[in-house]
Structure formats: C-alpha cells, structure tokens
C-alpha cells in the first residue's frame, strides 16, 4: 500500500509517500481501507517532534481516519467487514489501509460521508469534552469561544447551541463576523479592539448584563487569554485548549479564587487512551446530535493524499480554507 511515512522528525518534507506491506489485524484489531482522514494542526507538531505523544519512528502520522473495514482479528465481535467506520487511530492514518484495535472503531451513521466524517473529526470531540466535560454545560450558560472560526470552535458553537447554551463567538476581525452568526452564535465578541484587555471585556458584560461568561473556551492563550480571564462569571469554568497565538500564559491564582473560578484544560487524546467509556459517549452524542439535524459538518476542501505535504504547508502557515480532507488513491468512489 501507499503511506507517508516519516523517518526523522523535522521539515514537513521529511514525510514522503512511499510503498509499505498491507497492515495484518491482530488479535482484537480490525483492518480499516482508509476512505479520508483529515489533515490537522497537530501533525505538524508530530511531523516536527514537537508534540508530546511520539511513536518510533519510522511510522506514518494522521489521526482519526475514517474507511471501511476490511479483515477482522481473533476475538473481534461487532464488527464485520463492510462496515462503515471513523477509527481513533492516534497515527498511521496517512496511508491507504490501518490495523486498529476494535474498540476504538465506531460505525458511521448512514447519512454521514467519510469525507463529512472525517472533516468532523477531532474537532467535534476536542470541543465536546472542553465544552460538556471541563465546562459542565447547561442549559442557558453563556459560553465565550475564542477562535470561534477555527475548527473547534465552530464544532463548540454547534454543539453549545444544540444543547441550550448562548453563544459569544470571538473572531478576530468584524469581517469573519458573519461566518459565525451563520454557525449559530448569539452575539459576537471583537478581538481586534485597540484596548483588547479591557475591551473584550467590556463586550462580554454588555452581552451577559455584566455577569460575564459561565464558560470560556480558549484555544488561542497569549494576550488573548490574559483578557478573556477577566470576562469569566463568578463561579466560572475557564478551559485551556491550545496556545495557538502562540504564548503560553500564566495566571495568578488570586484571581481564580476571588471569582470562585475554575481553570481547566483538555487535551482529548488521553480521553481515547484513559476514559474510553468517555469517549464512547462523546461520539454516540456527536453522532445522535448529527442524525437529529443539530450538527453540520464544516466544508471541506478534499485533496489527495499524495499532497499531504502542501496540506500540512497550509495548515503551518494558517492559510488553510475550511478543513483540509485527504483521499487516498485507493479509495472507493
């Protein structure tokens, strides 16, 4: 089969395609013919070595592919081939075929595309545990997104409209207003203001009455953070999801005490590894919300999976439009 395979963390071109023997399912595992995968912020961390979880090399990155299943493994039950299935996979999902363990598969419903699946992939779930799990959404909390045209936090604005929350969706400038008014969000919060750390406050009051937001999702940290925290509601849950403006944080903790906060964080890999009964219902949900009409897959702009190397290019540069969706050569039509 064909795989990008990495054999030394660095440059993204350092991750070639090249011809590899067909996976074999072990026990408890299932062979998945990979039908799309998206491509992910991450695996250019992975690609670099920089990200925490790191397999030996060579390997091929990619996480969560959808595909069909095609050979099953001893003691494997629920699951035959033809199924249509989204994996967990952590890596190897940048390739034609995956052996997977069983337990981490999970049968698409019938109107949901691969392409659709996998575009939702990560996203969906990273917004679903940082919103529902960390924040303990409820119905008629206000939920503050920051990086709300990202991929999670257009995922966390469907999913807190679907479950009975307002929505303050941050963008950084008035022109991407319209994108997140149209995913559902209530009001929007303006992160291009001149004095961002009492200005994004001061929009958080006047949409909530002064009482700010009962839940913040906060992909972004940087200076973005240090305003945000000001905005959090007594007895508010702060949730720490990435640093894609690039600074780490800190915090002092006096503030967390007189506002009887909450700081959290998420990091939705260790779910897959060390809740898997969490993470069950997290799909189950995405799933159920999807068949009901409440969730829409973001669109996705479908490349093969030879180009792998210019997808990830513009996922690094942040020139990427919507979510990018490989496509095997070998993948059904």
């Not at 026990?27 to 799309?36: F, L, M, T, W």
């Not at 699951?79 to 075929?97: F, I, M, N, Q, S």
Request: neutral net charge; proline residues 5%.
């Amino acid at each position: 089969m064909q795989a990008a395979i990495l054999r030394e963390f660095g440059a993204i071109d350092q991750l070639r395609m090249e011809t590899v023997d067909d996976p074999v399912p072990q026990a408890g595992q299932v062979v998945v013919d990979i039908q799309a995968i998206a491509a992910n912020f991450v695996d250019t961390l992975v690609v670099a070595g920089k990200y925490q979880f790191l397999p030996p090399r060579p390997f091929s990155p990619g996480k969560l592919p959808t595909g069909i299943v095609s050979a099953i493994g001893a003691g494997v039950t629920g699951l035959r081939p033809g199924d249509r299935v989204l994996t967990l996979a952590e890596h190897g999902g940048y390739a034609e075929k995956i052996a997977v363990a069983a337990t981490g598969c999970f049968r698409l419903p019938d109107g949901l595309s691969f392409i659709d699946a996998a575009a939702m992939s990560l996203g969906f779930d990273t917004a679903w545990f940082a919103l529902c799990e960390r924040g303990r959404a409820k119905p008629g909390d206000t939920a503050l997104i920051l990086g709300a045209t990202g991929a999670v936090g257009m995922a966390a604005i469907q999913l807190a409209k679907a479950y009975g929350l307002r929505v303050l969706a941050a963008v950084s400038s008035p022109a991407k207003a319209d994108t997140v008014l149209r995913a559902g969000a209530d009001a929007v919060i303006d992160l291009s203001v001149a004095d961002l750390r009492d200005g994004l406050r001061a929009q958080v009051h006047a949409a909530t009455g002064g009482a700010g937001a009962d839940i913040v999702l906060d992909p972004l940290g940087g200076d973005i953070f240090d305003a945000a925290i000001r905005a959090v509601a007594w007895r508010g849950r702060y949730v720490v999801i990435g640093f894609a403006a690039g600074r780490i944080p800190t915090l002092k903790v006096n503030y967390v005490m007189l506002k009887n906060m909450e700081v959290s964080g998420v990091q939705v890999s260790d779910y897959r590894k060390k809740a898997p009964d969490e993470m069950r219902h997290c799909i189950q949900e995405i799933f159920r919300l999807y068949e009901a009409g409440q969730l829409a897959a973001p669109r996705a702009t479908v490349m093969p999976l030879a180009q792998v190397q210019d997808a990830l290019r513009q996922l690094e540069a942040r020139t990427a439009q919507g979510r990018l969706v490989l496509v095997p050569a070998s993948a059904a039509h």
